[in-house]
């Protein structure tokens, strides 16, 4: 059974930065795909970012590019997004999900699920 841990969130200021980091066990992280989601109240659950297997793919949504940057290092079996100016829209509860697949998707099923970690972007 694959289990994810995230970490990282807080409170920050408008146009400050986090890096989230989503800490994988159970198994060797080389074979999902992984995908950071995010639920604000009032919404519902949209996903921010993904990273196929191997690394080389990744997707954004439109609200993220050129502000988020996720990464992977399989040795370490964790997965970290970067989060860059930040703004009061970010504000939700993260999550990092897994799919056992090569190929990542922003809107694709995903198999296991972390607990999420929050994040407040606030002055």
């Known amino acids: 059974q694959l289990q994810l841990v995230e970490s990282g969130g807080g409170l920050v200021q408008p146009g400050g930065s986090l890096r989230l980091s989503c800490s994988v066990s159970g198994s060797s992280l080389d074979y999902y795909a992984i995908g950071w989601f995010r639920q604000a109240p009032g919404k519902e659950r949209e996903g921010v970012s993904c990273i196929s297997s191997s690394g080389r793919y990744t997707d954004n949504a439109d609200s993220v590019k050129g502000r988020f940057t996720i990464s992977r290092d399989n040795a370490k079996n964790t997965v970290y997004l970067q989060m860059n100016s930040l703004k009061a829209e970010d504000t939700a509860i993260y999550y990092c999900?897994?799919?056992?697949?090569?190929?990542?998707?922003?809107?694709?099923?995903?198999?296991?699920w972390g607990q999420g970690t929050q994040v407040t972007v606030s002055s």
């Open positions: 999900a897994a799919r056992s697949r090569n190929y990542c998707a922003l809107n694709g099923d995903y198999d296991y």
